[in-house]
């Protein structure tokens, strides 16, 4: 994806990324699957890995919330 054919509308509304507002599709499926799974994993650890505004963060924080995760933010946002 390396253009972003879709018009970001900015409301004014609180992010939450939770599970309910995550939309599974062909592309996400099998990442989404596997963390609803857990811990039933055959391995302890999960890499996620996608283009810009794929989901990774809403996969991750619905992670943080069925694992009670510790979440780390590599980059710091820039204001």
């Known amino acids: 994806m390396s253009e972003l054919n879709q018009l970001l509308l ?3 509304h609180n992010i939450e990324f939770n599970e309910h507002d995550y ?7 099998l990442a989404f699957n596997l ?4 811990p039933k994993w055959e ?3 999960l890499n996620i890995s996608g283009d810009t505004f ?3 963060t809403h996969l991750a924080k ?3 919330d069925k694992s009670n995760a510790l979440y780390f933010h590599l ?3 820039i204001s």
Not at 35 to 38: R, Y
């Open 43 to 45: 391995r302890k650890i």
């Open 54 to 56: 794929s989901g990774k």
């Open 62 to 64: 619905i992670f943080q």
């Open 75 to 77: 980059f710091p946002e």
């Open 35 to 38: 963390i609803q799974n857990w």
């Open 23 to 29: 939309y599974v599709s062909r592309s996400n499926y």
């Open 10 to 12: 900015d409301f004014d």
